[in-house]
């Protein structure tokens, strides 16, 4: 049986097929226009190193532990970043705060922190994962090191810079506080008190 | 043939009495002048090609980038140099140097000046006149040849062979086309002579009057020298490298340094034989004995500049051509288009000689360009015929009468169905 297929049917189709015909010469010529019109347009390059651009505004760039206003640490060393992370990019082991040595506002807080930049594909998801806004993203992204080492960014490296009115920890909280008026953000700088009680420490 | 003032010397008797300290300034400073046109034409390809491309190219080395090419060379030079093990030593070695020699040497016979004075001496800025000077250009490209197959046989590799290949049957067929346009040249200047025929383009360059012949040796000139959309001898994205694929270090620069001198040297061809050599343009003839002649030379590579642009505009346009379009192209439409457009040249050239009346020049033109018209139309139909011959022999093809699985799948009401 030869069923639907016909040699006639074949060829009505193949000739309804528009034949391929080169372009008319003159919209040939259009492409030789284009090209020389383009070099005397804005080049799109930026000269990088001299001539930076503003990255997006929600850029997944290097992270960053945050402060509260006193200067207290506001990671709490839950490690719910390092159980986020898909890459698992992150290190974190938790300490207690002590009288004598408060970094963070409650009962613990992030003693060792690692971000490893050779492992981090910036998704974000810490930042998602972060209860108390600790963990945030930078617009930074110049990371590239000539050492693997150099790329495992420890806690120094990611704690935010202290701000004017900021305090160094470790020191206690701010006087009559606890941990829930930080969250509500209740602190909004430091106490003379605070002060005195590091540097005694 | 023409006014050369002063004293009436030819060219060729002008460049016969130079002494041999002069002879050795001229070859060295046509050296200099290659090597330092290759440099800056690399690094001006690279710009305007960037440009064309809404980027800036090269511009960190040196002022705007300048000494980009030179940086290129000296890393080129400090590389490793290898040779392969399947390699014929003694022939991977001399194939760049081939290459890179001979399109130094077509250099030779451009005349880059009228009548200049060195170190008080009359001479102008030309190696040598041969009475055949055009011959000993094409003979020395063919030369040129030899450089890119014996690259690409003593590889030892596939792709480097493949596109030895490609290019040695390219620059042979598009030296016939070529050569047939410079016939026209030759038959309107009465000499092969470079100097001669720049003297003979006094009143009209041959690129206004010969116009037909210009086209086709610039659309030549592209093939001979291997350029997008002709490039089809180093194709990247076909045969890797091409021929030099297995070339590394200086050997690989050679062949760098040979395909712009070519391109060079082929523009220059093309200003001396077309554009009136080093001749300032028409109404601007006073400026030629400017700086004691020496401004002529700034004419000449302002033409020469001229072709360069076009070459890299060609690259930043076209496409790069498929090999059975080339081929065709070269031989079914260039040799010809030019063969006839030879007869008709000489035709009216021994007419004019004959002293014919000009209604009879113009007669013979009408009929020239009534043909041709008649020839595309009898082309035209014969391809609707044979067309419509071949969709009438596949109809009386009959259908077999074993079962035959179906080429078509066709769609129908959104769901596929596979007819078998």
Redesign the interface.
């Known amino acids: 049986m030869t069923d639907d297929f016909s040699i006639e049917k074949a060829v009505e189709q193949s000739t309804q097929i528009p034949e391929q015909s080169p372009a008319p010469f003159l919209t040939q010529l259009k492409g030789f226009w284009l090209t020389f019109a383009t070099m005397f347009k804005k080049v799109e390059t930026i000269q990088y190193p001299e001539e930076r651009q503003q990255t997006a505004e929600r850029f997944h760039g290097r992270h960053q532990l945050n402060r509260y206003e006193d200067g207290l640490e506001k990671c709490i060393g839950c490690e719910l970043c390092a159980w986020a992370c898909p890459a698992d990019a992150i290190l974190v082991e938790a300490g207690d705060n002590t009288a004598d040595a408060q970094y963070s506002p409650g009962e613990r807080y992030g003693k060792v922190y690692q971000i490893n930049y050779l492992r981090c594909i910036f998704c974000g998801l810490c930042i998602e994962a972060c209860p108390t806004r600790a963990l945030t993203m930078t617009s930074e992204y110049e990371l590239a090191e000539n050492n693997r080492g150099k790329l495992i960014f420890e806690k120094e490296d990611l704690l935010a810079p202290l701000r004017a009115g900021m305090l160094q920890p470790p020191h206690p909280m701010y006087p009559g506080t606890t941990d829930t008026s930080y969250y509500k953000g209740e602190v909004t700088g430091s106490h003379p008190s605070q002060e005195v009680k590091t540097t005694d420490a | 043939m023409s006014c050369n003032g002063g004293e009436g010397m030819s060219t060729a008797e002008l460049i016969g009495a130079d002494p041999g300290w002069i002879i050795a300034l001229k070859g060295v400073l046509i050296f200099v002048i290659c090597v330092v046109a290759t440099l800056l034409s690399i690094w001006a390809e690279r710009r305007?090609v960037?440009?064309?491309?809404?980027?800036?190219g090269p511009n960190r080395a040196g002022k705007f980038g300048l000494l980009q090419s030179l940086a290129d060379g000296v890393k080129l030079a400090l590389k490793e140099d290898l040779i392969p093990k399947a390699a014929d030593k003694i022939v991977f070695v001399i194939a760049p140097i081939i290459s890179a020699t001979t399109c130094f040497m077509a250099f030779a016979v451009i005349p880059m000046t009228g009548k200049v004075k060195i170190f008080g001496h009359t001479t102008a800025m030309q190696l040598t006149d041969l009475p055949v000077g055009v011959l000993y250009v094409l003979a020395i490209a063919s030369v040129g040849v030899y450089g890119i197959v014996l690259a690409g046989w003593s590889s030892g590799s596939t792709y480097p062979l493949l596109g030895g290949l490609r290019s040695s049957a390219q620059v042979i067929s598009y030296e016939v086309a070529m050569g047939l346009s410079l016939v026209a040249v030759f038959i309107y200047s009465g000499s092969m002579s470079t100097s001669a025929i720049v003297d003979a383009q006094n009143k009209w360059w041959f690129g206004v009057v010969l116009f037909p012949s210009f086209i086709i040796y610039v659309i030549s000139m592209v093939g001979e020298t291997n350029r997008a959309p002709f490039d089809l001898a180093e194709a990247e994205g076909e045969l890797v490298g091409g021929f030099h694929t297995e070339y590394s270090s200086l050997k690989f620069a050679l062949f760098f340094l040979a395909e712009y001198v070519n391109m060079v040297s082929v523009s220059a061809l093309a200003t001396t034989l077309f554009l009136g050599g080093y001749h300032a343009l028409p109404g601007l003839g006073f400026t030629e004995s400017w700086l004691g002649g020496w401004f002529t030379l700034v004419w000449f590579f302002a033409k020469v500049i001229l072709f360069f642009f076009l070459f890299v505009?060609l690259r930043?346009?076209?496409p790069r051509l498929r090999y059975d379009q080339f081929m065709k192209f070269g031989w079914k439409v260039l040799i010809p288009v030019s063969l006839l457009w030879i007869m008709v040249v000489s035709t009216l050239r021994v007419m004019a000689q004959q002293g014919a009346s000009r209604t009879l020049i113009i007669a013979f033109t009408f009929g020239i360009l009534l043909l041709i018209f008649a020839a595309a139309s009898l082309l035209e139909r014969s391809k609707e015929r044979v067309k419509k011959e071949n969709?009438e022999s596949?109809?009386a093809?009959p259908?077999?009468?074993f079962?035959?699985p179906?080429?078509?799948a066709s769609v129908k009401n959104g769901t596929e169905e596979i007819?078998?």
């Open positions: 305007i960037a440009r064309m491309q809404v980027r800036v505009w930043g346009t076209l969709a596949l109809k093809f259908n077999p009468s079962p035959i179906s080429l078509t007819h078998d």
